[in-house]
Structures are given as structure tokens and as C-alpha cells.
């Protein structure tokens, strides 16, 4: 295995050439034309003392040392923090090509789920170092939905007392709702109800993370809410 830490570290004066030494005589597979060719495709000097790289620099050198490893099993900590956009991107498909043509196994964490949302299958949310949701990304995405409804009568939210639903909100007669279960199922049971207005609409990781936190009391915007009426008292 080698795993990228959040705070990375280096040898004190090392460069780029002697870091690739030090993981060839770790790693039986490291990958020195790899570790060299990706070197010249990000422009890093691997005569340079790596002290003297800026922080996404940095964390560049720790991503094509551990992937010139091929190991078995690749640990990523905000693996992307410090990337602009096509350096985010090209990492990605290294990461990808590794899984696909070498059957690694990629674990990535990240505070930012859309930077996850293109590139991992499954997904595992952590909360005070306990797992609190694991699934298949697909099948999260799928299984956790938005719903804009609207009746002609008044109504409140024990009309969906039969959908289980993560939050309910209503404004007028329209309400938003977070459904989690089977779109399908869910579908006809709401148009049972004979809604002038229906709309189901998909959830970002983000969001689905956000609804999550909120079943567990994790809920920051009830605190700005309480926090602004205070002020206006």
C-alpha cells in the first residue's frame, strides 16, 4: 500500500530524484520511467529542492511517487486540495487508469464530495470517527431525490405520513420535500394524491450528505435562522 497524507511530508533538502530513490527502495514495482515522465508532464523540476514547491507542487510530487508505487492499495487524504482544475482532472484519470488496468483499489477522502462524485463507486460518510452511511454512489444518487409538490387545498405534512421523507418544507401551497426510498414507488404515490404540480428532481452527493447530518441533529442552518431573528430583536 501508500497512502498521501492531508499534511505531507518530505526529507529535509530533498528533491524530486532522491524522494524517487528512497520510495525504489521501499517499493519493488516503483515505476521510475513513470515517476520521470509524469515529472516532465507537470513541469517539476527533479533537481529542485521540493521545500522550495508550492503547496499543490507539493502534493503533485506526493501523488506521482505513490502512483509509480503500483501498489496493491492506493490511501488518498484531500487528495485534490491545492489542484487547479486540469491538474484535478489529469490526476483523476491516473488515479482511474491504475484501478482499471492494475485492479488497485483507490480509498479517497475528501471534505468536498463533488470532487469524489466523478471518480469513486462507492462512497462511506464518517461523522466523529463512526460510519453513518455506506453505499454505492449510483444507488445513493438514486435513492435519495427532491420533490416540489402542490395541491389546490390546504394541506400540511401528514398528507406524505405513507413516503418517508428527510425534510419538508412548504411555502404557499408549493412544498419541497427530500424523499429517500424508490423514485418509481415514490412517483405514484405522490401522483395518487392528484397534484397540480410535481417535480422530482436529482441530488447532488453534497446535498444527500447535508440531508444525512441533518437526521443526526447536524443542522446549521436552523442556527443561522435562530442566530438572524435574534439580531432583529
Not at 503547496?55 to 496493491?72: F, P
Not at 487547479?84 to 490526476?91: K, L, Q, T, Y
Not at 469524489?116 to 462512497?123: P, R
Request: with cysteine.
Amino acid at each position: 500500500m501508500v497512502y498521501v497524507p492531508d499534511e505531507l511530508y518530505f526529507i529535509p533538502g530533498a528533491t524530486i530524484n532522491k524522494m524517487s530513490d528512497l520510495y525504489r527502495s521501499i517499493y519493488p514495482a516503483f515505476d521510475i520511467d513513470r515517476c520521470h515522465y509524469l515529472a516532465e508532464t507537470l513541469k517539476l523540476d527533479e533537481w529542485k529542492n521540493i521545500s522550495t514547491f508550492s503547496k499543490g507542487m507539493k502534493r503533485q510530487v506526493s501523488t506521482i511517487l505513490a502512483l509509480s508505487a503500483k501498489t496493491d492499495y492506493l490511501f488518498f487524504d484531500e487528495t485534490f486540495d491545492g489542484f487547479d482544475p486540469v491538474i484535478r482532472n489529469f490526476v483523476k484519470g491516473l488515479i482511474c487508469q491504475d484501478v482499471l488496468e492494475r485492479n488497485a483499489t483507490a480509498i479517497i477522502t475528501s471534505h468536498s464530495l463533488r470532487e469524489l462524485e466523478d471518480v469513486c463507486d462507492k462512497l462511506a460518510l464518517l461523522h466523529k470517527g463512526g460510519l453513518i452511511l455506506q453505499s454505492d454512489i449510483e444507488n445513493l444518487k438514486t435513492s435519495h431525490f427532491k420533490v416540489q409538490i402542490a395541491f389546490p387545498y390546504d394541506y400540511d405534512e401528514t398528507l406524505f405520513s405513507d413516503i418517508e421523507h428527510i425534510r419538508f418544507k412548504k411555502s404557499g401551497s408549493v412544498s419541497s420535500m427530500i424523499i429517500k426510498g424508490n423514485i418509481d414507488e415514490t412517483e405514484v404515490l405522490l401522483k395518487a394524491k392528484n397534484p397540480v404540480i410535481c417535480d422530482i428532481l436529482p441530488l447532488t452527493l453534497e446535498e444527500v450528505f447535508s440531508y444525512e447530518m441533518e437526521t443526526l441533529e447536524y443542522n446549521f442552518d436552523a442556527v443561522l435562522s435562530e442566530m438572524e431573528v435574534e439580531n432583529n430583536e
